[in-house]
């Protein structure tokens, strides 16, 4: 089966870790080991991943120039495709000495310039701080934040992917036996001019959401999004959660997730599995294989009947 496997910015960087390049490449491995299972038993994988702590770095560092030098979110999303790409690659190569070739590709991805979600930021990027800390930071950069657990981070525009205009090349390698790593961050988010022509712009695209869209747009038969969560809960953050093991769209669409985390998986899961008839994963990164078999984290699965939980 082909699987779409779509890694959660947070599973590639503990929360709370210092965003070295040692702790993310101690994180690409375990990640590397979890992809590897999946094609060992037999699965033929495309992988994305987000970015939303590494592009946020990026951001920080190119404040401390002055504004007319600092670079735009869409380039350095292509920056981030490039280093976790790298990492991803040359990783998932050593857990699969005699496996298929890896490539990693940066990719646009089209979004509507219109979309609402400019008006409305709500996408994180960057380290967590606390609420002084990042309400300073809010006046002084001219940022939006918002809550993430018990902290705070910078949100930014989060536009729903519409096109890859790299699909052609992504198939290719895909029919040529290529584990392919593409659609890093959600994507370099662009536009299309009215003279045809694609320019990017100031956003980072959801990388469940570009996911579901590169998994239905190729004919994967599985789209698992691997994160630091081991599955869906219900009442999340109560004494009464409880997992979510496995469920329809119909009736997983009947419940409400946050907006900046969960929410974006459940609603990427709902549609492919309603677009394709196929299955979705959610759950811990280490877990891939298992949640993909139904034995851990959260399956959404065609058919009607209410959650199985945990």
Not at 65 to 75: F, G, I, K, M, T
Not at 192 to 219: P, Q, T
Request: glycine content about 14%.
């Amino acid at each position: 089966m082909l699987v779409v496997i779509a890694l959660g910015g947070n599973a590639l960087l503990r929360r709370g870790e210092p965003l070295t390049a040692e702790n993310q490449r101690a994180n690409v491995r375990r990640a590397a080991a979890a992809i590897a299972e999946v094609v060992a038993a037999g699965h033929r994988v495309v992988i994305c991943h987000g970015n939303g702590p590494q592009v946020g770095l990026l951001a920080l560092q190119a404040a401390a120039y002055r504004p007319d030098e600092a670079y735009p979110l869409d380039v350095l999303g292509a920056e981030t495709e490039g280093m976790i790409g790298y990492l991803i690659e040359q990783e998932l190569e050593n857990a699969l000495p005699e496996g298929p070739r890896v490539a990693t590709l940066l990719t646009q991805v089209e979004v509507d310039p219109r979309d609402p979600a400019f008006g409305n930021p709500t996408k994180p990027v960057g380290p967590v701080y606390d609420r002084a800390e990042a309400e300073h930071l809010a006046r002084a950069r001219g940022w939006s934040i918002a809550p993430d657990g018990g902290k705070y981070r910078r949100v930014v525009p989060s536009p729903l992917p519409r096109h890859i205009p790299d699909l052609g090349i992504i198939r290719l390698l895909v029919d040529q036996n290529v584990i392919v790593i593409c659609a890093g961050g959600g994507g370099i988010p662009v536009i299309r001019r009215d003279d045809g022509s694609l320019i990017g712009v100031e956003a980072v695209i959801d990388k469940d959401r570009a996911g579901g869209l590169l998994a239905k747009e190729i004919g994967a038969g599985a789209l698992l999004m691997l994160t630091d969560v081991d599955a869906v809960y219900l009442d999340w953050g109560t004494p009464d959660q409880r997992p979510i093991r496995r469920v329809s769209p119909e009736a997983l669409r009947q419940r409400s997730f946050a907006a900046g985390s969960m929410g974006p998986k459940v609603e990427a899961a709902c549609d492919f599995v309603d677009a394709t008839g196929g299955i979705a994963g959610i759950g811990a990164l280490g877990q891939g294989l298992a949640i993909l078999e139904g034995r851990a984290g959260t399956l959404v699965a065609p058919g009607p009947g209410e959650a199985v939980l945990g």
